[in-house]
């Protein structure tokens, strides 16, 4: 019997159970506004209370849903830069690890010419260890 319903289209499917959904939440409203609210007896005095509760609960929940915004944008750049300094690092291990294999490696002076500098020869040191000599500076005396 239920075979039938799952052969047929999804539109004709989807479109027949939005109708029925529509149908019952009508007929609901119906029966409560004939029935039931009627025995309520609400009055001008109630619907300003409850405006004012209303009210009250939004601010609650707009602090609420911006300290959880906050908390997701601080949790973002604390992932972002753990991811940086991942990628530095392991781009400064896969350097390091090409020096090693290749003990042919070109000295400093080659490494700092180059486009791409390696992290570990930023900071100083080379492919044997040596440290980098700093640049000197030339003071012209005029």
Sequence with gaps: MFNTLFELPLVIVGTAI?????LFAL??????????LPSLRIQIEDSEFS?????AVMVFYGLAVALIAVSVWQSYSD????????????????????????RS???????????RISSFARHGRCNNGERRRPRRRIWWSG
């Design 51 to 55: 405006g004012a509760m209303l009210q």
């Design 18 to 22: 939005m109708g029925l959904l529509w």
């Design 27 to 36: 007929v609901g409203l119906a029966l409560v506004r004939r029935y039931f």
């Design 79 to 102: 992932t972002s830069k753990l991811v940086s300094q991942e990628a530095a690092t392991l781009a400064g291990f896969t350097a390091r690890q090409a020096f090693i294999r290749n």
């Design 105 to 115: 490696a070109p000295p400093c002076s080659a490494i700092f010419t180059t486009t």
